[in-house]
């Protein structure tokens, strides 16, 4: 997942995630405030479901 990869491996989804959303005509800086705010919606909906870390990894680590 994002939070469990290096610094490195942000980076590089970073750009790429930026890359896309610039095509709005957003800055660099527009576009990841935008992403984070994006991301901390979505955990903090999942948490109010119920998700937590645990069941999160779990979920990740299954195998289809």
């Known amino acids: ?3 469990n990869a290096t610094e490195e491996e ?3 989804i ?6 896309y959303v610039q095509s709005s005509n ?4 527009e576009s990841l405030d935008k ?6 919606t979505i955990g903090q909906k999942a948490q109010e479901r119920g998700l937590t870390p645990e069941i999160l990894e779990s ?3 299954e195998d289809d």
């Open 10 to 12: 942000r980076q590089k």
């Open 35 to 40: 992403l984070y705010k994006t991301m901390a």
């Open 26 to 29: 957003l800055s660099r800086k």
């Open 1 to 3: 997942t994002y939070w």
């Open 14 to 19: 970073e750009k790429k995630i930026a890359f």
């Open 59 to 61: 979920l990740l680590n």
